[in-house]
């Protein structure tokens, strides 16, 4: 397998999950300017161009970064990186998958934009992202992974993307049950390995 990433991006949630699941797997970086890698043009491993791509061992190509770690937990399931598929648990984390997606790291990306003033996105973040790291420090108040007891893709997804807010001017520091969870997460051997092989500080 390829994993197509690009440091510090959303690719490190499916990194980690490979490496969870003991999986082996090439890292190629992608050149965002470029969109490059060192196999060339990378609109042809995608026409997205967005990362992460996960190239399968039979050429075809899987995108969409909550989609692929629940692919991962569904052909690999002696990882345990996902309750089964069919379970009330699945759902569950699939409801987590989903709102770190579409609420958390697409509200993120507003931040990265090049198209959107400072004044603008310093407005976004307080009537609209506050509230998000808000509902998640609730949540992890009295436990220690997203879903319980159990360190899951959620919480690789989840870590990834909370690693975010300091590079764009936002100060979470103040949210005691999210600093307590990045930490604990950074400590977690391939979550280290991941970012390690993405030339990232471990938190």
Known sequence: MKLYFSPGSCGLATQITLREAGLDFDLIKVDFRTKTTIEGDYYQVT???????????????????????????????????????????????????????????RGMAVMFSPFINKESKALFAEGNLLTRFEYINEHLSDREFVLGEKFSSVDAYLFNVLSWPGRVGIDISGYAAIQRFMGRIGQIPSVRAALEAESLAAG
Request: aromatic share 10%; charged share 20%; hydrophobic share 40%.
């Open 47 to 105: 026409p997205k161009g967005f990362i992460p791509a996960l190239k399968l061992d039979d050429g075809d190509i899987l995108t969409e970064g909550a989609v692929i770690l629940q692919w991962i937990a569904d052909h690999y399931p002696e990882s345990g990186m996902l309750p089964p598929a069919g379970c009330r648990e699945r759902y569950t984390a699939m409801e987590w998958l989903n709102y770190i997606a579409t609420d958390l790291h």
